[in-house]
Protein backbone atom coordinates (compact mmCIF):
# COMPACT_ATOMS: atom_id res chain seq x y z
CA UNK A 1 0.00 0.00 0.00
CA UNK A 2 1.17 3.16 -0.73
CA UNK A 3 1.50 5.31 2.46
CA UNK A 4 0.40 8.25 0.59
CA UNK A 5 -3.26 7.49 0.64
CA UNK A 6 -3.08 6.44 4.41
CA UNK A 7 -4.26 9.00 6.83
CA UNK A 8 -1.91 10.16 9.32
CA UNK A 9 -2.17 10.47 12.80
CA UNK A 10 -2.43 13.55 14.23
CA UNK A 11 -0.61 12.82 17.33
CA UNK A 12 2.37 11.18 15.73
CA UNK A 13 2.13 12.56 12.21
CA UNK A 14 2.84 9.33 10.95
CA UNK A 15 0.53 6.72 9.36
CA UNK A 16 -1.93 4.76 11.58
CA UNK A 17 -0.40 1.62 13.36
CA UNK A 18 -2.42 -1.19 14.26
CA UNK A 19 -3.50 -1.18 18.23
CA UNK A 20 -3.67 2.59 18.38
CA UNK A 21 -6.18 3.86 20.60
CA UNK A 22 -8.23 7.18 19.89
CA UNK A 23 -9.47 9.74 22.13
CA UNK A 24 -13.18 8.20 21.58
CA UNK A 25 -12.24 4.45 23.08
CA UNK A 26 -11.71 3.12 19.04
CA UNK A 27 -8.51 0.81 17.85
CA UNK A 28 -7.05 0.90 15.08
CA UNK A 29 -6.94 -2.01 13.24
CA UNK A 30 -5.80 -1.65 9.34
CA UNK A 31 -6.05 0.25 6.56
CA UNK A 32 -8.21 -1.45 3.33
CA UNK A 33 -7.39 -2.10 -0.09
CA UNK A 34 -9.74 0.88 -1.22
CA UNK A 35 -9.73 4.51 -1.37
CA UNK A 36 -13.06 6.20 -0.42
CA UNK A 37 -13.96 9.94 -2.49
CA UNK A 38 -11.47 11.88 -0.24
CA UNK A 39 -8.62 9.60 -2.13
CA UNK A 40 -7.16 7.99 1.12
CA UNK A 41 -7.79 4.49 2.37
CA UNK A 42 -10.54 2.78 3.86
CA UNK A 43 -9.67 2.60 7.58
CA UNK A 44 -10.86 -0.37 10.32
CA UNK A 45 -11.70 0.73 13.50
CA UNK A 46 -13.19 -1.71 16.39
CA UNK A 47 -15.06 -0.44 19.30
CA UNK A 48 -13.69 -2.28 22.19
CA UNK A 49 -10.37 -4.14 22.65
CA UNK A 50 -11.96 -8.15 22.45
CA UNK A 51 -13.52 -7.44 18.95
CA UNK A 52 -10.08 -5.74 18.11
CA UNK A 53 -7.63 -8.97 19.12
CA UNK A 54 -10.18 -11.45 18.00
CA UNK A 55 -9.94 -9.41 14.17
CA UNK A 56 -6.38 -8.91 15.00
CA UNK A 57 -5.47 -12.26 15.48
CA UNK A 58 -8.23 -13.86 12.88
CA UNK A 59 -5.94 -11.87 10.26
CA UNK A 60 -2.74 -12.53 11.66
CA UNK A 61 -2.35 -8.71 12.15
CA UNK A 62 0.57 -7.53 14.48
CA UNK A 63 -0.04 -4.76 16.61
CA UNK A 64 1.32 -3.16 19.65
CA UNK A 65 -1.46 -2.28 22.51
CA UNK A 66 0.81 0.47 24.27
CA UNK A 67 0.17 2.88 21.50
CA UNK A 68 -2.13 5.99 23.18
CA UNK A 69 -3.16 8.93 22.25
CA UNK A 70 -0.87 11.87 24.28
CA UNK A 71 -3.04 13.94 25.76
Known amino acids: MDDRYKRLNSA ?3 PF ?3 YQDETGRIFL ?3 DKQGNDGYYLEEWKKDINTFINK ?7 YDLNQQLNQ
Open 30 to 32: RYL
Open 12 to 14: TGE
Open 17 to 19: QAG
Open 56 to 62: ADELNIS
